[in-house]
């Protein structure tokens, strides 16, 4: 691996800042960090020179010799064979994305596997005109072509007894309607008897949606056509007492009068009055969006729309039809909520949010469910589109869940015989981006982290809507690290190891797969992009360990720890290697602060000491701005000049490092992003050494005191961005005194929990949560004329006290190493 770039930002005495990527303008950036540039950075010296030139007018001399030592640190790039072959790396990664892209910008109605068991109760369809065929052959013909070698039929790679007895009887029943294929009748046949008794010892989570409805309509079907299969086992009895359960929640004359989940499972239920029921048929045809429940529908009454729904599925299918058509909400939230968890989801920001805006265009005050203008509405896919619509700035209203609350409890559906995890999983995630006054997701909030806590004491994580990698892995994640203190890639690193990719598999009335949702190149750039960003974090870890060595800021204070947490934090929120200057800045601007707060808080730091340092530093950076172009003094000449004249104490060893420091930071954003901050991060800095200065209890003075505003400066200088004409906007002003308030609470508590043996008690108290509520409502709010590139750090850093205030030293150092120094097999 070739060597990275190195700043000559500070003197002799203290360490180059490594940097990898936002050295140049967008175009010679790196494809993806692993070592290599690509083929651009042969212009890259031209460019370098523009960009001198152009600025040249607007920095001093000296900077520009500063800068021309850059440019001769990249002259000395030089991508030779090695590099180069090595380019067909980042070639993957790029088909892997173009992959991806291709994939959200073709979604219409939802990729979804062939469902055996729906595609049986089609071709059973005679001609509605009369002629004794099939309505659709094609289905016959697909059942003939998809038998397994066992005999069954069902998903080719998970055997699930309850799927396979389901999808093979309908198979079986079909054949021997139509009396053809025999050898395949017989087949399937002796298949179900021979597996009928397992049934009894698999768990009810993986019997599909319905079955105690569907099994026993297609039993009686087979009794019909003399089909010999046993009924004595317990089993069979058992499902026919859950049908009769199951139908006693939803009574006959509700099924008739309003939408519910039955709507879903006609073909199961006797006695329908289909007259009735024509009313409450969706606008695509359908009922409920279930193609055996629309063929059994059509059986019985001819309808053209259930005829026009069926024909254009088996079209689309070429035969075959899934359990559930369409799926195109379900398909458009779950792929996006996968590549965010993933941490993939910058390369796909224009595609998400027309996947938002499609969510959000069929979005109801009921909420919604798997498919647009569906008249049945679920708590899973509401609460994930709830959660998505407003994290993206959408305005929805939590009212939704009001809808899925009976007396202290959350349903998904009316009349369900049993909770699902994901359900309750999906909304205590979403119950945590609440805005002020939101009883209903405290309520939510409440249940919910009662449910999931006491199903994962009882071992009972199983879901029944989804057979995935890891469940209580996810689960867990999510009760240990609550959203307030959930760094991206900290979440990345675990959904990781969690995320199945194409071996998730979905359990409706059958099981089914969402190619779309789960799938391998998901996995693998996110494997890719996390060992690649991991090894850029790991040069700039060393960077700023060389930096704090040599700074000796140890001699503060400041232990070897603070740096490593300093640095994990910031590349745990702000990973993307484009961004490396905000995340090296974020670093040592709250390593300084740590040494500062020491220096300031030993008992030899009079009030007057304070005050003079603050003077000290507004002395140097005054004559620094006061400087012409012609006068070659800097900060470090100023430094230097103050050393010579006076004895080094360590109050003129630190003031030296903070202002070679920010001289760097400054000179690292003029070349990422062509803009002049040094004269607001000195701002910046002076505004947050004044809380030093103030006359008042010294126990408190200082700690945590407006540590918030200056990281969230720093970021936004560093970023490129100039705030300073939005300052007086009220909204503005609010932001910063919520960070620094809660920056401020977290801090003083995190000091006052920590024992003698460094444990703390890592429950962040209730006081917080208000403050954290309106800062995350003016962050995702959209009503202020605040750009949200300039408000999502308020958040980010507030996130990141919460985290340290809420995690164990224990956990940190686990998160540290899962990150930092832990690759993604």
């Given at each position: 691996?070739?060597?990275?770039?190195?700043?000559?930002?500070?003197?002799?005495?203290?360490?180059?800042?490594?940097?990898?990527?936002?050295?140049?303008?967008?175009?010679?950036?790196?494809?993806?960090?692993?070592?290599?540039?690509?083929?651009?950075?042969?212009?890259?010296?031209?460019?370098?020179?523009?960009?001198?030139?152009?600025?040249?007018?607007?920095?001093?001399?000296?900077?520009?010799?500063?800068?021309?030592?850059?440019?001769?640190?990249?002259?000395?790039?030089?991508?030779?064979?090695?590099?180069?072959?090595?380019?067909?790396?980042?070639?993957?990664?790029?088909?892997?994305?173009?992959?991806?892209?291709?994939?959200?910008?073709?979604?219409?109605?939802?990729?979804?596997?062939?469902?055996?068991?729906?595609?049986?109760?089609?071709?059973?369809?005679?001609?509605?005109?009369?002629?004794?065929?099939?309505?659709?052959?094609?289905?016959?013909?697909?059942?003939?072509?998809?038998?397994?070698?066992?005999?069954?039929?069902?998903?080719?790679?998970?055997?699930?007894?309850?799927?396979?007895?389901?999808?093979?009887?309908?198979?079986?029943?079909?054949?021997?309607?139509?009396?053809?294929?025999?050898?395949?009748?017989?087949?399937?046949?002796?298949?179900?008897?021979?597996?009928?008794?397992?049934?009894?010892?698999?768990?009810?989570?993986?019997?599909?949606?319905?079955?105690?409805?569907?099994?026993?309509?297609?039993?009686?079907?087979?009794?019909?056509?003399?089909?010999?299969?046993?009924?004595?086992?317990?089993?069979?009895?058992?499902?026919?007492?859950?049908?009769?359960?199951?139908?006693?929640?939803?009574?006959?004359?509700?099924?008739?009068?309003?939408?519910?989940?039955?709507?879903?499972?006609?073909?199961?239920?006797?006695?329908?009055?289909?007259?009735?029921?024509?009313?409450?048929?969706?606008?695509?045809?359908?009922?409920?969006?279930?193609?055996?429940?629309?063929?059994?529908?059509?059986?019985?009454?001819?309808?053209?729309?259930?005829?026009?729904?069926?024909?254009?599925?088996?079209?689309?299918?070429?035969?075959?039809?899934?359990?559930?058509?369409?799926?195109?909400?379900?398909?458009?939230?779950?792929?996006?909520?996968?590549?965010?968890?993933?941490?993939?989801?910058?390369?796909?920001?224009?595609?998400?949010?027309?996947?938002?805006?499609?969510?959000?265009?069929?979005?109801?005050?009921?909420?919604?469910?798997?498919?647009?203008?569906?008249?049945?509405?679920?708590?899973?896919?509401?609460?994930?589109?709830?959660?998505?619509?407003?994290?993206?700035?959408?305005?929805?209203?939590?009212?939704?869940?009001?809808?899925?609350?009976?007396?202290?409890?959350?349903?998904?559906?009316?009349?369900?015989?049993?909770?699902?995890?994901?359900?309750?999983?999906?909304?205590?995630?979403?119950?945590?981006?609440?805005?002020?006054?939101?009883?209903?997701?405290?309520?939510?909030?409440?249940?919910?982290?009662?449910?999931?806590?006491?199903?994962?004491?009882?071992?009972?994580?199983?879901?029944?809507?989804?057979?995935?990698?890891?469940?209580?892995?996810?689960?867990?994640?999510?009760?240990?690290?609550?959203?307030?203190?959930?760094?991206?890639?900290?979440?990345?690193?675990?959904?990781?190891?969690?995320?199945?990719?194409?071996?998730?598999?979905?359990?409706?009335?059958?099981?089914?797969?969402?190619?779309?949702?789960?799938?391998?190149?998901?996995?693998?750039?996110?494997?890719?992009?996390?060992?690649?960003?991991?090894?850029?974090?790991?040069?700039?870890?060393?960077?700023?360990?060389?930096?704090?060595?040599?700074?000796?800021?140890?001699?503060?204070?400041?232990?070897?720890?603070?740096?490593?947490?300093?640095?994990?934090?910031?590349?745990?929120?702000?990973?993307?290697?484009?961004?490396?200057?905000?995340?090296?800045?974020?670093?040592?601007?709250?390593?300084?602060?740590?040494?500062?707060?020491?220096?300031?808080?030993i008992d030899i730091t009079s009030l007057d000491v304070k005050k003079g340092f603050l003077k000290d530093f507004n002395t140097i950076i005054n004559n620094n701005d006061s400087s012409s172009n012609d006068n070659s003094n800097n900060n470090i000449n100023n430094i230097n000049g103050m050393r010579k004249a006076e004895s080094r104490t360590k109050g003129k060893e630190l003031m030296e490092t903070l202002l070679k420091t920010l001289n760097c930071m400054a000179?690292?954003?003029?070349?990422?992003?062509?803009?002049?901050?040094?004269h607001d991060l000195h701002s910046a800095w002076n505004k947050w050494l004044l809380t030093w200065c103030r006359d008042e209890d010294e126990t408190e003075r200082g700690v945590g005191d407006g540590e918030g505003e200056l990281l969230v400066h720093t970021i936004i200088l560093c970023a490129g961005h100039c705030i300073s004409e939005d300052q007086s906007n009220p909204h503005y002003q609010r932001l910063f005194l919520l960070t620094n308030s809660i920056c401020?609470?977290?801090?003083?508590?995190?000091?006052?929990?920590?024992?003698?043996?460094?444990?703390?008690?890592?429950?962040?108290?209730?006081?917080?949560?208000?403050?954290?509520?309106?800062?995350?409502?003016?962050?995702?709010?959209?009503?202020?004329?605040?750009?949200?590139?300039?408000?999502?750090?308020?958040?980010?850093?507030?996130?990141?006290?919460?985290?340290?205030?809420?995690?164990?030293?224990?956990?940190?150092?686990?998160?540290?190493?899962?990150?930092?120094?832990?690759?993604?097999?």
């Open positions: 691996m070739p060597s990275a770039i190195t700043f000559p930002c500070f003197s002799s005495a203290t360490p180059p800042c490594h940097r990898t990527t936002c050295l140049l303008p967008p175009d010679l950036q790196p494809l993806a960090f692993s070592g290599i540039w690509s083929i651009a950075t042969r212009n890259k010296q031209d460019n370098f020179r523009l960009l001198l030139h152009a600025r040249g007018n607007n920095i001093s001399q000296t900077r520009t010799k500063v800068y021309k030592g850059l440019e001769r640190q990249l002259e000395t790039l030089q991508t030779d064979e090695k590099e180069v072959s090595q380019v067909c790396i980042a070639n993957v990664k790029e088909e892997r994305i173009k992959s991806i892209k291709s994939m959200l910008s073709s979604m219409e109605d939802g990729e979804i596997s062939i469902s055996a068991y729906d595609t049986a109760w089609v071709a059973l369809v005679k001609d509605i005109n009369g002629s004794g065929f099939p309505q659709f052959p094609s289905s016959l013909q697909w059942i003939v072509e998809n038998q397994l070698p066992d005999g069954s039929w069902g998903d080719p790679f998970l055997f699930f007894t309850h799927d396979r007895i389901l999808n093979s009887l309908a198979c079986v029943v079909a054949l021997k309607v139509w009396n053809i294929y025999p050898v395949l009748f017989e087949k399937g046949l002796a298949f179900i008897r021979e597996n009928m008794s397992k049934l009894r010892s698999e768990d009810d989570e993986h019997m599909p949606i319905g079955f105690e409805i569907a099994f026993p309509s297609l039993m009686e079907m087979a009794r019909q056509h003399d089909l010999q299969i046993s009924n004595d086992d317990p089993i069979i009895n058992e499902i026919y007492a859950k049908r009769n359960q199951k139908l006693t929640k939803i009574s006959k004359e509700m099924m008739h009068l309003m939408p519910t989940t039955l709507l879903h499972s006609l073909e199961g239920t006797a006695g329908l009055d289909w007259e009735k029921l024509l009313k409450l048929q969706c606008q695509d045809g359908s009922f409920l969006f279930s193609p055996s429940s629309t063929a059994f529908a059509l059986m019985h009454t001819k309808n053209e729309n259930c005829l026009n729904y069926l024909k254009k599925a088996v079209e689309k299918f070429n035969g075959g039809v899934p359990n559930v058509y369409p799926v195109d909400l379900f398909e458009h939230i779950w792929a996006v909520d996968r590549l965010e968890r993933l941490g993939i989801s910058r390369y796909f920001q224009s595609e998400i949010k027309e996947c938002l805006n499609y969510v959000y265009r069929y979005w109801t005050e009921d909420g919604i469910g798997w498919a647009r203008n569906s008249r049945v509405q679920d708590i899973d896919d509401t609460a994930m589109g709830f959660r998505l619509l407003r994290l993206h700035g959408h305005e929805v209203s939590p009212d939704a869940f009001r809808h899925f609350k009976k007396g202290g409890e959350f349903f998904c559906f009316v009349g369900q015989s049993t909770q699902a995890i994901t359900g309750i999983y999906n909304l205590y995630r979403a119950s945590q981006v609440l805005f002020p006054r939101e009883k209903i997701l405290e309520e939510a909030k409440t249940f919910a982290s009662k449910f999931l806590r006491e199903k994962q004491e009882s071992n009972q994580l199983l879901d029944k809507w989804i057979i995935c990698k890891n469940l209580p892995g996810e689960v867990g994640y999510a009760l240990d690290i609550p959203w307030y203190a959930n760094l991206p890639r900290v979440e990345a690193r675990f959904y990781i190891e969690h995320y199945g990719g194409e071996n998730d598999v979905w359990i409706g009335k059958t099981l089914y797969r969402m190619p779309y949702v789960n799938n391998n190149e998901y996995l693998e750039l996110a494997k890719t992009d996390f060992n690649n960003c991991q090894a850029l974090h790991q040069l700039e870890w060393n960077s700023i360990h060389k930096w704090y060595m040599k700074s000796n800021l140890g001699e503060f204070g400041v232990g070897r720890r603070e740096p490593l947490q300093a640095y994990f934090v910031a590349a745990a929120s702000i990973f993307e290697p484009e961004r490396a200057n905000e995340r090296l800045a974020w670093a040592r601007t709250a390593v300084l602060v740590e040494a500062i707060r020491m220096y300031m808080e000179m690292e954003t003029l070349v990422a992003r062509s803009v002049d901050v040094q401020r609470h977290l801090r003083l508590q995190l000091f006052n929990s920590m024992g003698h043996h460094g444990k703390k008690d890592c429950r962040v108290t209730d006081p917080i949560e208000p403050v954290m509520q309106e800062l995350v409502q003016l962050v995702l709010g959209n009503s202020d004329g605040i750009d949200p590139d300039i408000k999502r750090p308020f958040l980010t850093v507030a996130k990141s006290f919460y985290y340290a205030a809420h995690c164990t030293p224990d956990i940190i150092n686990h998160h540290i190493t899962k990150v930092l120094f832990e690759n993604v097999a």
